[in-house]
């Protein structure tokens, strides 16, 4: 039943950013609000069975359509973009988010990849805490590699100072020029 429940959550997800653009939204921006929003999975076992996200378990969590289309809490905020630039072999696309001490920043980054055997375009998303803590996409917190196999990218981190994140999204290596999506939720 997983499947036509994702698909229904897409549908109302996708009609949920037509809502708010006057253009219609990518795949791309739809798979990253979806699984933005999306919650851990909590297990039978103590401690959980699942471990951090993504793993074998349980993928980037389960969706949750009402954490993903709101109404969202007060206190909650979130921003998107919709592929509209695209990055070639070494650019790099920076912005700012405030955050708060206390909040929670979830920042996950979606691209459609060209077919192949292979990843053929590989982007970096990189954030900047405002203690000065670098965090690598769907790498454990302090880790110097990135992901290299896959096109969706995330960072989850309890902020402990308040001040500016930097987000940036890098393109590693592309053989064409690549748009992205990226979904920005800080609560």
């Not at 997800?13 to 699984?35: H, N, Y």
Request: hydrophobic fraction near 40%; proline fraction near 7%; charged fraction near 15%.
């Amino acid at each position: 039943m997983a499947t036509p429940l994702v698909a229904g959550c897409a549908a109302v997800t996708r009609q949920f950013l037509m809502s708010r653009s006057p253009t219609s939204p990518g795949a791309a921006l739809v798979k990253a609000m979806l699984i933005n929003g999306a919650k851990q999975m909590i297990g039978q076992y103590a401690p959980a069975e699942a471990g951090a996200p993504p793993d074998n378990s349980q993928g980037f969590e389960r969706i949750d359509l009402a954490a993903t289309v709101g109404p969202y809490n007060q206190g909650t905020t979130v921003v998107w973009k919709d592929e509209n630039t695209a990055l070639e072999t070494g650019q790099t696309e920076e912005m700012q988010q405030a955050v708060v001490a206390g909040q929670t920043l979830k920042v996950t980054l979606v691209w459609t990849d060209p077919a192949g055997e292979a990843l053929q375009n590989d982007l970096d998303l990189i954030v900047t805490t405002p203690d000065g803590q670098e965090l690598h996409g769907n790498m454990a917190p302090g880790a110097a590699a990135f992901d290299r196999s896959n096109n969706v990218e995330q960072i989850n981190v309890p902020i402990s100072t308040a001040g500016q994140a930097k987000i940036a999204v890098r393109a590693f290596r592309t053989l064409a020029p690549q748009p992205y999506a990226l979904v920005v939720r800080v609560s």
